[in-house]
């Protein structure tokens, strides 16, 4: 993107007024590309890898990931990015695709299961990579980090904690802040999500009614978060306060327009992560029943035989 006038910080100042066209504009943030081009190197290296050996690798889980890792350069590599900076509403877009859309998408790519199964041992009494990632997933740590009186709270702490505190503007303030910021959201994400519907293996996985019940427990924060904005009758983030005079924008309208973002945007992830959960639950149930049916198979429906002999005795008691 063209900008006649930066910030201290290299940042867009006078920006023309926002239009989708201008936000799609490449515009690439050297870290989150670096970061998406060596994802999806990374899973394709997987993938491959499986491939050659034999293996099947489904092409869903595939779509699934680069369409996650392409949702996050979609709003860190383009204009969106600029506009970010210095429109509330924009930037709410920016959280919101990159802490619930995303990862989303990402775990649904079971990433952890590609990494398990084409990272090749390293060995006797030897730790590679495989051993390494064997070891996070089993620690005590990840058990903290996936627990919902963990990830929950969390979730819940990224928007109040930060917008509703000075430590937003301060991270608004730096590159580096900004980018870390990003990376919160992303982790913040994964972390909530994963329990609930990733497909990878977690040290947190509860049934199916606990997840929709952590599911719903998070949601509804999102919803009051927007409405309070939207209902405010001043600026609340000092970051958006001023905007620049090229925008032609209040910020009230636009601190109004990313709170209706914040409300409206809640009810997406809601919407996929139950339709996920379902199929994954059907799944599940289908599985088992294939299970029972070798079972059954084994021992010559051994169970059935038996409640056949139960029915025979309560018979011959009666007579």
Avoid at 4 to 15: A, I, Q
Avoid at 251 to 273: K, T, Y
């Amino acid at each position: 993107m063209d900008h006649s006038g930066h910030g201290e910080h290299g940042m867009p100042m006078d920006l023309p007024p926002f239009t989708l066209g201008r936000g799609l504009e490449f515009s690439a943030d050297p870290f989150f590309l670096i970061a998406c081009v060596l994802g999806l190197g990374l899973y394709a290296w997987g993938v491959v890898r499986l491939r050659r050996r034999g293996d099947a690798w489904p092409v869903g889980r595939a779509a699934f990931f680069t369409v996650g890792v392409l949702s996050i350069a979609l709003v860190m590599c383009t204009g969106l990015n600029d506009y970010g900076m210095v429109m509330f509403s924009v930037h709410m877009v920016q959280h919101m695709v990159i802490s619930m859309l995303s990862p989303i998408l990402l775990l649904l790519g079971a990433p952890v299961t590609l990494a398990l199964r084409a990272l090749p041992p390293a060995g006797r009494g030897r730790k590679g990579p495989r051993e390494l990632l064997l070891a996070l997933l089993h620690s005590r740590y990840m058990k903290i980090v996936t627990h919902p009186a963990f990830t929950i709270p969390m979730f819940i702490a990224s928007l109040y904690g930060l917008y509703f505190t000075p430590l937003f503007d301060f991270l608004m303030g730096s590159k580096a802040g900004h980018i870390g910021m990003m990376v919160h959201f992303l982790a913040v994400g994964l972390i909530f999500f994963w329990p609930i519907m990733g497909v990878d293996p977690g040290p947190h996985r509860p049934g199916y009614v606990m997840r929709m019940l952590e599911l719903f427990a998070g949601m509804p924060f999102h919803a009051f978060f927007g409405i309070a904005l939207m209902m405010a009758s001043e600026p609340m983030v000092k970051a958006y306060a001023d905007p620049p005079a090229s925008l032609g924008i209040t910020a009230l309208s636009d601190q109004n327009a990313a709170g209706g973002i914040a409300w409206a945007f809640s009810e997406i992830p809601s919407v996929l992560v139950l339709i996920a959960l379902v199929f994954q639950w059907y799944r599940s149930e289908q599985r088992q029943a294939v299970r029972e049916d070798r079972a059954a198979d084994r021992d010559g429906d051994k169970e059935l035989e038996a409640y056949n002999a139960y029915l025979a005795s309560l018979q011959a008691r009666s007579r």
